[in-house]
């Protein structure tokens, strides 16, 4: 018997930063929320596209990955049900950096980047939330990239 995913509510909640706020912000924030599904080996987005907005993993599990013009890809992270993918949450009309790959079949929920904007603009502690999954990413990346370039080749291999 198949396991069925939890309300937008209940997917929030265990979300660091936005698991702080109220049940009536949970509950605004997943009532602008819609479903996406992509099947197994298919992108969520691609890097390049246009960034639309949070995702949060419902179902299945994300790599997001740096694909290199010869075919190598470097994963960033991997992303289970409850995990944001802050790489869509800009609001300067920009494309995502890097791509999210369904390892199996998957769904998210999406908060698009104007739905946030507005609503930020009359719950500001809310924006700033978002900035602040914007900013752990961020800071989980650069923890990557020291790792990948700053450690001496032997200790590397």
């Known amino acids: 018997m198949a396991i069925a995913p939890r ?12 698991g702080e706020l109220g049940p009536e912000d949970l509950s605004l924030i997943g009532s602008l929320a819609e479903v996406r599904k992509v099947a197994r080996g298919a992108p969520l987005f691609s890097e390049g596209q246009l960034a639309e907005g949070l995702f949060v993993v419902r179902t299945g599990e994300l790599k997001l990955v740096k694909t290199a013009k010869d075919g190598r890809e470097q994963i960033l992270y991997l992303a289970r049900p409850g995990r944001p993918v802050t790489e869509g949450l800009r609001f300067d009309g920009g494309t995502y950096s890097a791509s999210a790959v369904a390892m199996r079949q998957a769904s998210a929920l999406l908060i698009e980047n104007a739905a946030i904007r507005e609503l930020g603009e009359r719950r500001p502690y809310l924006m700033r939330a978002m900035v602040d ?5 961020v800071d989980r990346l650069l923890a990557l990239i020291s790792d ?10």
């Open 148 to 157: 990948l370039s700053l450690r001496t080749v032997p200790a590397r291999l």
């Open 133 to 137: 999954l914007r900013a752990r990413r």
């Open 7 to 18: 309300s937008a509510d209940d997917l929030l909640r265990d979300v660091p930063v936005l």
